[in-house]
């Protein structure tokens, strides 16, 4: 069975630019979560999806962060400008319904310079 | 969720048993304990869960307190591959929209 897929693996951008990451979750899997990984930390909750719904984005900085799942399989997260502090590694996860085992991809590591 | 507390590092030689320990004592009836371990560089992947039976699989075992409030993940024959951050985390299962929370974890390391 193929994993969570991401994409791409590493960005590098400047403050004030745009940057999106891509994920594919585990074929079959309705629930999609999105996370902050900052270095030395636990991975943060960003956004969780049921299929194309938005289940929690309580900690998204909606400012400049969004994401969207239109066809209840494939997400993309967008920052929209980058600042510094958003360097971090993103991870994306499924899990087959709400609230079960989540399995993660491997991330994508951003560096804002 | 319940909170949990974990020693933030550990030592483990090869080919010896791994215990690693986690606190929660704050843990509602209906919270399960999950563990994950991060390996280097890669994505948090899932070890095992349980409410309050002990539980085995092909990864670890997974044996909780009577009382819930702690329990201890054992990698039964540790490997080099298995040195990684592992985190013990308490939530309800199903139906909940609530989130996995992590805290720092557990560094690993297993020793030649």
């Known amino acids: 069975e193929a994993g969570v897929a991401q994409s791409p693996r590493y960005k590098i951008i400047e403050k004030r630019q745009s940057v999106a990451f891509w994920c594919n979750p585990i074929s079959g899997h309705a629930t999609l979560y999105w996370y902050q990984q900052i270095l030395g930390q636990g991975p943060k909750l960003l956004i969780q999806?049921?299929?194309?719904?938005?289940?929690?984005d309580s900690q998204l900085p909606k400012d400049r962060f969004s994401a969207e799942r239109l066809k209840g399989v494939d997400s993309t997260l967008k920052i929209q400008p980058a600042k510094l502090e958003d360097s971090a590694v993103y991870l994306c996860a499924s899990s087959l319904v709400l609230g079960t085992a989540q399995y993660f991809g491997p991330g994508t590591r951003l560096t804002v310079t | 969720d319940a909170k949990t507390t974990q020693p933030p590092s550990m030592d483990c030689a090869e080919g010896r048993a791994a215990n690693l320990p986690c606190n929660h004592s704050?843990?509602?009836?209906?919270?399960?304990v999950y563990w994950y371990r991060q390996i280097h560089s890669q994505g948090p992947q899932y070890i095992i869960h349980g409410l309050k039976n002990n539980e085995t699989n092909e990864m670890a075992s997974l044996i909780i307190t009577e009382d819930r409030k702690s329990s201890t993940l054992i990698l039964p024959h540790a490997t080099l591959r298995d040195t990684a951050v592992y985190y013990c985390?308490?939530?309800?299962?199903?139906?909940?929209?609530?989130?996995?929370?992590f805290g720092s974890g557990t560094q690993l390391t297993v020793l030649p």
């Open positions: 999806f049921q299929n194309n719904g938005v289940v929690d």
């Open positions: 704050t843990i509602s009836g209906n919270e399960y």
């Open positions: 985390i308490v939530r309800v299962q199903s139906g909940s929209a609530r989130q996995l929370t």
